[in-house]
Each structure stands twice: as C-alpha cells, then as structure tokens.
C-alpha cells in the first residue's frame, strides 16, 4: 500500500500548502486525511480482484463455487437418479 500512502501524502500536502494552515495543525491534518484516504482506498482495493496485484496483495481466494463432496455421487446421480439412495436427514 507505500504506491497509494505516498500518493495521498503528496496530494494532500500539495492542497494544504495555500491554506497557510499552523504547521502541527497542518501536520495533524495530513496525518488525518492520509490515514482516512488509505484505509477507504485499501477496502476498496482490495474487494476489486483485478487492482489487487497492482497494489502488492495476493489475487485472493477463488471464486467459491459449490463442490460436491463425493463427485462420484453426483455422476450417479445424474445417470441414474431413482437408484441413488436419498439422505434420510
């Protein structure tokens, strides 16, 4: 997240410089405004897998798809429905 925390340090910086803000003010502000700005960036970021590589995170989990526990089951099945036992519970 340094490629975005950099940024939004500089962004914010450069927009406050002619607000001639007290400089702890100013400095409490950037701090602020930069920690707000990457934690709503990093949410963001990090829900959109095709940005996730782009901003060091792994590509995440795969798309959850429903397995069948027993693939030979749902072979079964399908070819011959009325001769596969059905779940009691």
């Not at 950099?6 to 502000?29: D, M």
């Amino acid at each position: 997240m340094y490629i975005l925390h950099q940024t939004v340090i500089v962004v914010v910086a450069h927009a406050l410089k002619p607000s001639n803000l007290y400089p702890p003010v100013e400095g409490v502000v950037l701090v602020l405004v930069t920690v707000a700005t990457c934690f709503l960036g990093y949410e963001a970021i990090r829900r959109v897998r095709l940005l996730r590589p782009l901003f060091g995170l792994d590509r995440g989990p795969p798309r959850a798809r429903k397995l069948e526990v027993n693939p030979s089951a749902a072979v079964a099945r399908r070819l011959a429905p009325e001769l596969v036992p059905q779940d009691i519970n």
